[in-house]
């Protein structure tokens, strides 16, 4: 479907384009037009002049922030540092709502597969080294793995991609229906904490 609504844009998906649109829009046609349109712009594409949509090109419209930005929001929220989401949240500005919910949605996922890891018998500390975490986020990736639960990851997975998508519906008020995510996840993980 993907790839239909790509060529009558003028944009041909390389790589893992098609897949990650479709991940991303839920199967939502809607969004997907609009997430092609946004893609078409960027490139200048259009069906007399076709460009090549490769994962850079989709990255590039999804989030022009630096990973560090999200990253200490994402940390807070993972954390249960419900007092920090403010402060965090404002300092990334507007405009952040689908690449914070993408973020986190890519951290979470990394999280599942790691807490499959230790639900095995593995200890937090071969898990991250199995799973080759950057040395500045063990601390966090350790306390979140102690923290939540493979349950709680999945819940958070499935309502982080439904804000996201929600956020991509034309008419909703994408900032805030981010800020209420990450602060009901903040909350859920404080209470995992005791």
Not at 25 to 51: H, W
Not at 120 to 137: C, I, N, Q, T
Not at 147 to 168: F, G
Not at 183 to 194: D, E, Q, V
């Amino acid at each position: 479907m993907a790839a239909n609504v790509a060529r009558e844009h003028g944009l041909r998906l390389t790589g893992d384009v098609p897949q990650r649109l479709a991940t991303a829009c839920g199967g939502d046609r809607a969004i997907l037009a609009r997430e092609i349109e946004k893609l078409a712009l960027y490139l200048d594409a259009a069906p007399d002049r076709p460009r090549d949509a490769d994962g850079a090109a989709l990255d590039a419209i999804g989030a022009d922030l630096g990973d560090t930005e999200l990253s200490h929001a994402i940390s807070a929220v993972l954390d249960g540092r419900v007092a920090d989401i403010g402060t965090e949240l404002a300092r990334l500005g507007d405009g952040i709502g689908v690449p914070l919910m993408r973020q986190l949605a890519r951290r979470l996922q990394g999280l599942a597969e790691m807490r499959i890891d230790l639900d095995k018998g593995g200890d937090v500390d071969s898990v991250l080294e199995k799973h080759r975490v950057f040395f500045r986020e063990k601390a966090a990736t350790g306390r979140a793995l102690r923290r939540w639960n493979s349950t709680q990851i999945a819940r958070a997975i499935d309502r982080v991609r439904e804000t996201e998508r929600a956020i991509m519906r034309s008419g909703t008020v994408g900032e805030v229906l981010a800020d209420a995510e990450c602060a009901a996840i903040a909350r859920a993980a404080a209470r995992a904490r005791g």
